[in-house]
């Protein structure tokens, strides 16, 4: 479980925005985690699980309970699914950068009231004194509600310089190494789970002196709030300055006018919004394979995966591959050419003589805008209903 420090990783983007957010909450007590927050710990646990262990079958935890924070959790295949799309995820970026050490849930810390613990860090080994080439740091998102972006993402700033702080001593971080980080959300909502940005340790340590600076404000007593985006969630938002000034100011909306009346009705359909965006997508999708053209948008084939063409004649031949043992193939059933190829870049193997024993397969289709740089799908349920009727 993670450590909470009072000047952390979750809250760098409000720190850094409105350092007054840690005098003005001081007084207002913790809140108990909601169910999407618990929800997001036990993926995040699964997650952890399975980057430790390459053996382990998320699946195998279906059904089963767990206890966080209090409340009972039961492990669904919405929960199974997105942790299944993250760690195939997380193998994408390690076979991007070729990183080979990966560590999950790292506690991080450069003074007993700064720190965090960082989904993911990871690097490409360097020879000793040769400057690490890529240096990686990973967080796992859960939700569905607010889409998240690696670009001058505060929180992955923060875990880096944390992380910077960490190794400093173990490995040679310079100019010359590449920081990917990365967010890993399965939703949706997003046309890749996966986002990444490339960056350098200069402007991973200008924004850590940005945040000691506001660090010190806060240590120092300042009280004078700044409202923007970074409020959401802030624990001081009921009784804020800010907030409270902005409510009384001459930008209320007057009690009587339209842009009232249709803020009520509005907010009226708030719990309706959701539901009716997934209809709407759904129904979209479903025209779109029939082969009905919608404007601005279009059909694409999803990121495809490699797959054995014939299982048991695989089977054979690695049987006979003398430089490898059956442990290295074999789990309950045989392992993807992705985990498959990870294995033997480990052993110095050249993975590419079996490049006949599988194919890319995708596993369907996904709308999206047709600035989109992926070519355009067939719509197949539309060309199978057509060969239907022309075989009939």
């Not at 000793?128 to 700033?157: C, I, R, S, W």
């Amino acid at each position: 479980m993670s450590l909470h420090y009072k000047f952390g990783g979750s809250t760098a983007s409000r720190t850094v925005a409105c350092p007054a957010w840690h005098n003005l909450s001081a007084n207002m007590g913790s809140q108990k985690a909601g169910l999407a927050a618990i929800e997001g710990t036990l993926m995040h646990l699964l997650f952890e699980r399975g980057i430790n262990d390459a053996d382990f079958e998320p699946a195998e935890m279906l059904g089963m309970t767990r206890e966080i924070e209090g409340t009972k959790l039961t492990v669904k295949p919405e929960h199974i699914e997105k942790v299944y799309t993250a760690l195939d995820k997380q193998i994408d970026v390690e076979e991007k950068y070729l990183l080979d050490e990966v560590w999950p849930e790292v506690i991080m810390n450069s003074d007993d009231e700064t720190g965090g613990t960082a989904d993911i860090i990871a690097w490409v080994a360097a020879l000793p004194k040769k400057p690490v080439e890529v240096f990686a740091v990973g967080d796992l998102k859960t939700g569905d509600g607010h889409m998240v972006y690696a670009e001058n993402n505060e929180q992955l700033l923060f875990y880096a310089w944390q992380a910077v702080e960490k190794y400093k001593a173990k490995l040679k971080l310079t100019d010359k190494t590449i920081f990917a980080l990365y967010i890993i959300q399965p939703s949706d909502r997003r046309d890749d789970p996966v986002d990444i940005w490339e960056t350098d340790l200069q402007t991973i340590m200008a924004f850590a002196a940005s945040y000691k600076r506001a660090q010190k404000e806060a240590k120092a007593g300042i009280s004078t709030p700044c409202a923007g985006k970074h409020c959401a969630y802030c624990p001081a938002a009921p009784t804020c300055p800010a907030k409270t000034g902005l409510i009384a100011s001459a930008k209320r909306i007057p009690k009587d006018s339209q842009e009232m009346a249709a803020l009520v009705k509005a907010l009226g359909m708030v719990d309706e919004v959701e539901d009716w965006c997934r209809a709407v997508r759904k129904t979209a999708h479903a025209q779109a394979e029939q082969g009905v053209k919608l404007k601005g948008f279009k059909l694409v084939a999803k990121r495809a995966t490699r797959q054995w063409l014939d299982p048991a004649q695989a089977l054979v031949t690695f049987k006979h591959a003398r430089a490898l043992v059956a442990e290295d193939y074999l789990e309950q059933k045989l392992k993807s050419p992705t985990q498959l190829e990870k294995l033997c870049k480990a052993k110095g193997i050249d993975f590419s003589k079996y490049a006949d024993y599988y194919s890319l397969q995708s596993s369907g289709t996904t709308l999206v805008k047709d600035t989109d740089k992926r070519p355009e799908a067939l719509a197949l349920p539309a060309l199978q209903d057509m060969a239907k009727r022309l075989k009939n």
